[in-house]
């Protein structure tokens, strides 16, 4: 079967980094996508990963490694409006969006 | 400004009532998803289209419906609706490509008592 596992829960303090990762197996890969989600609110797009390496943005980067079914998202100077779930989601061969239950990031001051 | 829109943002309806969520986009986009997505659980694709008069189901056995006359509007439709409905549901859209990013509307929080 197809899976995606991610921590469900992670802490974290104001201006301090943090990794969050991301493990799959999946029928074929297409690509891996992490998400933002607000409690309550629908997931906005952050980062798409196809080949192997690190891709930055801003304070947000994501690493892929298709050889150990595995990525992270890294978080770097977090700030209060941080505190999310950060959804990973793998496309399989099919071009469908797998999705994992996403990690619930706490930030503290 | 492209956007993807939702109505209704919350429902509370009776159980056996027939209901519409209704999703639009002005992004230009071909392809639209319906998910459903329970508290602190991964979402599920419960239909997706790739363009006009083109209807697919998901992964995720539903008893919902879809239509898509417009290339801009995608409702999803519960002929009865049971509190196992009980859910958030999600629209998104996005381009033609397979691995073009799928952008989400704001969700439709649905209860059925």
């Not at chain 1, 801003?58 to 150990?68: A, D, E, H, N, V």
């Not at chain 2, 609706?81 to 629209?91: E, G, I, V």
Request: aromatic fraction near 12%; charge should be negative.
């Amino acid at each position: 079967g197809q899976n995606i596992d991610q921590p469900t829960e992670m802490t974290a303090t104001e201006g301090a980094i943090v990794q969050i990762n991301c493990t799959y197996q999946t029928s074929g890969f297409n690509g891996l996508f992490w998400y933002q989600q607000h409690a309550g609110e629908a997931p906005t797009f952050l980062s798409y990963n196809v080949l192997d390496g690190l891709e930055e943005k801003g304070r947000f980067s994501s690493f892929l490694s298709r050889s150990k079914g595995y990525s992270y998202l890294l978080l770097k100077e977090l700030q209060m409006k941080d505190s999310a779930s950060y959804l990973c989601a793998v496309m399989d061969s099919n071009y469908q969006l797998i999705w994992g239950a996403g990690t619930k990031l706490i930030i503290k001051p | 400004e492209a956007d993807i829109y939702q109505t209704p943002r919350y429902l509370v309806i009776g159980t056996g009532k027939k209901i519409t969520l209704e999703c639009s986009q002005t992004m230009g986009h071909d392809k639209m998803y319906w998910y459903q997505q329970d508290p602190g659980m991964e979402l599920h694709l419960i239909h997706y289209s790739y363009g006009v008069n083109s209807t697919e189901k998901g992964d995720l056995s539903s008893e919902s419906t879809v239509s898509r006359i417009r290339t801009e509007h995608f409702p999803l439709t519960l002929e009865s609706a049971r509190p196992s409905h009980t859910s958030q549901y999600l629209c998104a859209s996005s381009g033609l490509a397979d691995t073009d990013t799928q952008y989400f509307g704001p969700g439709t929080r649905l209860t059925v008592l």
